[in-house]
């Protein structure tokens, strides 16, 4: 699919490290399948992964 960010960039499949915070904590997940841009490197995650 064609980045919705940088509107150049195709998406490909891939793992990436998703930071989640919230208050005074913070999660690490890594090597989460997402599509990720090839050209600004912003990831889209599935529904089924979310």
């Known amino acids: ?5 940088c509107k150049h ?11 989640l ?4 904590c913070i999660i690490v997940l ?6 990720i841009c090839d050209n600004c490197g912003e990831y889209y ?3 089924a992964v979310t």
């Open 1 to 5: 699919m064609k980045c919705v960010i």
């Open 30 to 35: 890594k090597k989460v399948p997402a599509e």
């Open 9 to 19: 960039g195709e998406t490909k499949p891939g793992l990436v490290t998703v930071t």
């Open 45 to 47: 995650l599935s529904d």
């Open 21 to 24: 915070e919230r208050d005074e």
